[in-house]
């Protein structure tokens, strides 16, 4: 049975006359050198004794009554010393596959000549999925994926499509993902990009052989594989469109991945009700895999000054992640590396910007006024230190601490240790007049323990400046517990602020979350 990794192939069926003489039309698209017979491509190829094997390969096939037939196809044959070490004795089931592979990398639905081909190759999808470059070099000079056309026998004009005869042999290529699937050094990538696989079959593309004894229809069958995962990020098993993908072996990806999971900790969601394991293996493999895709040829990538990956990650130094053994597909460059480059602090783990006063959810509003830095001000001075605008946290009585929980966003940061930085906006830059308003604040970690909401005392009784900006250090290597949990700062009045010498507000610029050095 045939199995194609979600190929599609675009299919002109050609209706063609029987040509006893070259009409107009025909001498439009072709050339002068077209030469016109009735016979269809199967008996014009038997009439060449230097296309003999070609022909007994294409038997061998099962596709000679395609050729015989009324469908259009374009023919790039390769004379018998090009098919000189290809073997046609004791053929098992295998060397047949092989034999077929040859001969379908040679053969094109519709009609192809040489004469609209002028400048830049033209890339032909054949009956594979395969696309091969058809080309012009100089005068006269054509190639079939750089292959020569033999001059004096191109444009062999038939009654179902036309005939060019090569010296040479297109080699079959794997596509990126064929080669990946056949590498047993591969299989820890191969195995979770499978996950995502879905398979049926295409009757469009089926040979049908018959029935069997009892009365079901049996096929040569083409298996479609579709990946909902590489339908994202990039899909490898498709022939018309061109990438680059850097494949880590088992032993690469399992230290990357072992890595990974240290900062993928999963607290089952943001309710805590999902297996937390599960998540965290997942999250780990697709960490890894969002880095491993580029949707550009690999020389193209090499020239520029970053590149982005079909995940959403840029890299500065193209040469330091793409890097490997170099394999030639056909749909682009799979780069083989037992050393996989992949720093997470270029990816996941990067400081983190929170200006709170665009939130609209996950935020526990006690006594909240939104500031904003284009009214309200004397002047324009604090415009230009304040991002944006702030929120005024205050307290409406004097029974009630207000408290302000400003959530860093599930899946945005990961489980690991960060430096938590607070700046705090002075009572001056809402009104001069308030000059010498101080508060005393608390800060803490709050976060989702399965289903409970904890927290972890960080800086307590911080007394606010009045005229200044302030960029408090509130946690110097926090650990945050999951990557996928309601984690956040709160802010809070000090139980003390009702006293005489304290003010019942503050105001929060914003928060920073920077990757510890440790």
Not at 242 to 271: D, H, M, R, V, W
Not at 299 to 317: C, M, R, V
């Amino acid at each position: 049975m045939k199995k194609y990794n979600y190929i599609i192939i675009p299919i002109l069926m050609v209706a063609l006359q029987v040509f006893t003489a070259c009409n107009d039309e025909w001498d439009d698209h072709y050339d002068n050198n077209a030469e016109v017979n009735g016979s269809d491509l199967l008996t014009t190829m038997k009439s060449y004794p230097q296309l003999s094997k070609f022909v007994k390969m294409v038997e061998i096939s099962g596709l000679e009554k395609r050729l015989g037939g009324l469908d259009t196809y374009t023919v790039w044959a390769p004379d018998d010393d090009a098919l000189a070490g290809v073997s046609l004795d004791n053929l098992t089931t295998e060397d047949s596959a092989n034999i077929k592979s040859i001969v379908t990398n040679h053969i094109a639905y519709a009609l192809y000549s040489t004469s609209p081909i002028e400048v830049q190759a033209a890339r032909i999808p054949m009956v594979n999925g395969k696309y091969i470059a058809f080309d012009k070099h100089g005068a006269g000079n054509y190639t079939f994926g750089d292959i020569s056309l033999l001059n004096n026998h191109v444009n062999k004009i038939c009654t179902n499509g036309v005939l060019h005869i090569i010296d040479g042999r297109v080699p079959y290529l794997k596509n990126i993902w064929e080669n990946i699937q056949s590498n047993n050094n591969l299989t820890m990538m191969f195995d979770y990009v499978n996950r995502f696989d879905s398979t049926y079959m295409d009757k469009n593309r089926s040979d049908f052989l018959g029935y069997d004894s009892d009365g079901n229809k049996l096929y040569d069958t083409v298996w479609v594989v579709q990946n909902n995962l590489l339908k994202k990020l990039g899909q490898l098993y498709s022939e018309d469109s061109i990438y680059t993908c850097i494949a880590p072996t088992n032993e690469a990806y399992q230290l990357k991945y072992e890595e990974y999971l240290s900062y993928f900790k999963s607290n089952g969601g943001p309710t805590g009700k999902l297996d937390a394991d599960s998540v965290t293996d997942a999250r780990a493999n697709r960490a890894i895999l969002n880095a491993m895709i580029y949707r550009k040829d690999y020389n193209t990538l090499l020239a520029q000054d970053s590149i982005l990956s079909s995940g959403g990650f840029y890299f500065h130094n193209p040469a330091n992640i793409l890097n490997g053994e170099q394999v030639t597909t056909s749909n682009g460059t799979l780069l083989i590396t037992d050393n996989l480059n992949l720093d997470i602090r270029n990816t996941y783990y990067k400081p983190r910007i929170y200006n709170p006063e665009y939130f609209s959810i996950d935020r526990e509003e006690h006594y909240v006024e939104l500031g904003n830095i284009s009214t309200g001000f004397p002047s324009n001075e604090w415009a230009s230190v304040i991002n944006y605008g702030y929120v005024k946290i205050s307290q409406m009585q004097s029974t009630l601490y207000p408290r302000y929980d400003i959530y860093f966003g599930e899946n945005k940061v990961v489980s690991a240790k960060y430096d938590i930085y607070c700046r705090i906006v002075p009572a001056i830059a809402e009104d001069v007049s308030l000059v010498g308003e101080k508060a005393l604040i608390d800060f803490a970690l709050v976060y989702r323990s399965g289903t409970s909401l904890k927290t972890i005392t960080l800086m307590t009784a911080h007394e606010t400046d009045p005229e200044n900006m302030e960029t408090l250090l509130v946690g110097r290597g926090v650990e945050l517990p999951s990557f996928d949990g309601k984690v956040g700062l709160r802010t809070s009045l000090n139980r003390r602020s009702k006293a005489p010498d304290y003010a019942g507000s503050f105001r929060i610029d914003c928060i920073y979350l920077i990757p510890s050095e440790d």
